[in-house]
């Protein structure tokens, strides 16, 4: 079975570039989350969805940092206008039903220049 | 208090030794307990589901102390290949479905 898929894998932007990160999650999982990770902050839950439905932004930094979840296999990450501090790994994770395990993909690495 | 509290570490052990990490809990309604690991520049992964009961796989054993609040992970005759970062990770409680609570994590390093 195929994990939870992002990308781009890797992105390398200049300041005030928009940037928009992809998150497949596993299929069949109701619950999608958006994380941010940094040496600094370490894992950092951004936002995360319910049947397509965001139920929890507060984690998102601010009005710059938006995601949508369209349909149950999509969900974007968009950051518009990038600056440098947003430099950081980016995961998708998916999770089924409430109990259980999240499954992580693989990260997006963000360098914003 | 943070949600999830984790000793960092590292922990610098040998081959073979047995290492044990704990991890306590504010939220007492918490009901899904976890261990994941962290290589360097990669993506967290399930170790393993931690149950009231407790519960071992090969050479790791995880319990849980819903009184005291604190779940622990036994590594036994610890490789190289152990070392990585272990997060303890908490379901959000009744109040908070849905969300999980990583800790900062406890590093590990296997010295030869």
């Known amino acids: 079975d195929a994990g939870v898929i992002q990308s781009p894998r890797h992105e390398v932007t200049e300041m005030g570039q928009e940037v928009t990160l992809r998150c497949k999650p596993i299929s069949g999982h109701d619950y999608l989350f958006w994380y941010r990770q940094t040496m600094m902050r370490g894992l950092e839950l951004l936002i995360y969805?319910?049947?397509?439905?965001?139920?929890?932004d507060s984690g998102m930094p601010e009005d710059r940092f938006s995601a949508k979840m369209p349909n149950a296999s999509f969900s974007t990450l968009k950051i518009q206008p990038s600056e440098p501090r947003d430099s950081a790994v980016y995961f998708c994770?998916?999770?089924?039903?409430?109990?259980?395990?999240?499954?992580f993909g693989p990260g997006t690495r963000l360098l914003v220049l | 208090r943070k949600e999830v509290e984790q000793d960092p570490g590292p922990f610098n052990v040998p081959e073979g030794a047995t290492v044990a990490f704990n991890c306590t809990y504010s939220n007492s309604a918490s009901q899904s307990f976890f261990w994941y690991r962290q290589d360097c520049r990669k993506e967290p992964k399930l170790l393993m589901s931690v149950y009231s009961s407790g519960n071992e796989d090969g050479r790791f054993t995880a319990q849980l102390n819903r009184a005291s609040q604190y779940i622990s992970l036994l590594i036994r005759d610890s490789k190289l290949s152990d070392s990585a970062t272990y997060l303890c990770?908490?379901?959000?409680?009744?109040?908070?479905?849905?969300?999980?609570?990583f800790g900062q994590g406890t590093t590990l390093q296997v010295k030869p």
């Open positions: 994770a998916s999770r089924e039903g409430q109990r259980g395990p999240q499954y």
């Open positions: 969805f319910n049947n397509n439905v965001p139920i929890d």
């Open positions: 990770v908490v379901n959000g409680g009744s109040s908070n479905t849905g969300k999980l609570i």
